[in-house]
């Protein structure tokens, strides 16, 4: 056992290196998959009909997200992106002194465009995106004429510190942020 993690963590710096140094590369295309958690939340609060001290709670659940992303460098400082990601998760009703009802389902779909621009062209490169899209929520509530929404304006910016190992560690040493109306 021993063997195998002296034998991984050296091999885990080359794939590093590798991947670091084939970054910002002038009149290349990047294409990449990726997939994610959508952590959900309380999106109502509600009052029962005949009493004031019943309290409920409508909540979107957690759940995995998907998708993938086309990039075009135009210079080694400058990309434009595409983005598109899903994910199928569901609302959950939250009554105050009974279990959990799955009030149902949600599909929640974002298209994208971004702008990136890096500052330098060494290993370590801290950098700045800002986008923009649109959302498109797409409720299946049986029962009710819930209707899909969309497309809703959305925007969303993210960046690293000068200290993160290329663009793919965004979220461990930088800011990320998408918010949608």
């Given at each position: ?27 290349t ?69 009974l ?39 797409n ?43």
């Amino acid at each position: 056992m021993k063997s195998r993690i002296a034998l991984l963590i050296p091999a885990s710096f080359l794939v590093f290196a590798a991947t670091a140094s084939a970054q910002l590369r002038q009149g290349t295309v990047e294409i990449n998959g990726f997939g994610g958690w959508l952590f959900g939340g309380e999106i109502a609060h509600t009052h029962g009909f005949n009493n004031d001290f019943d309290h409920n709670h409508i909540d979107v659940g957690d759940d995995a997200a998907y998708g993938g992303r086309v990039g075009y460098n135009i210079t080694g400082l400058f990309e434009v992106e595409s983005e598109y990601s899903r994910t199928e998760t569901n609302f959950i009703l939250r009554p105050h002194n009974l279990p959990d009802q799955n009030l149902g389902d949600l599909t929640v779909e974002y298209f994208m465009a971004y702008c990136t621009f890096n500052f330098g062209h060494h290993r370590v490169v801290p950098f700045f995106t800002v986008g923009a899209g649109a959302a498109r929520f797409n409720p299946n509530v049986p029962g009710t004429a819930a209707e899909s929404e969309g497309p809703r304006p959305t925007r969303h910016y993210r960046g690293s510190r000068p200290h993160c190992p290329g663009r793919s560690s965004a979220a461990a040493g930088g800011s990320s942020g998408t918010r949608s109306r």
